[in-house]
């Protein structure tokens, strides 16, 4: 599993500057604040502490998710290569 691992501030900013807060990603049946951002920010805020403890508990592939999209893009197909690679030669058979 790869997480990209990101803060509170910068997930609410990248969520703002696309398409905005919705009722469900916000927590708002959780009723963990009287408005969409601070249910949002509550909310998103146990996600990601679950999350890192997951990702810690299951050896997740953890890349930093603060930066640039095209930089994680990169840094994702990198390792996904790799990672297959590595599967392929583990999947050989061994021919002496």
Do not use: C, H
């Not at 963990?32 to 949002?40: A, H, Q, V």
């Not at 997951?54 to 996904?80: S, T």
């Amino acid at each position: 599993v790869f997480y990209l691992r990101l803060d509170e501030k910068t997930l609410i900013r990248r969520v703002l500057q696309s398409r905005g807060m919705d009722y469900w990603e916000s927590g708002m049946d959780m009723k963990l604040g009287d408005d969409i951002y601070e249910s949002f920010r509550a909310y998103q805020k146990s996600l990601l502490k679950e999350y890192a403890s997951m990702a810690d508990e299951y050896n997740f592939r953890v890349l930093d998710g603060r930066r640039k999209i095209d930089v994680i893009q990169d840094e994702l197909r990198r390792q996904i290569g790799a990672f297959l690679a590595e599967s392929e030669t583990a999947a050989r058979p061994d021919v002496t």
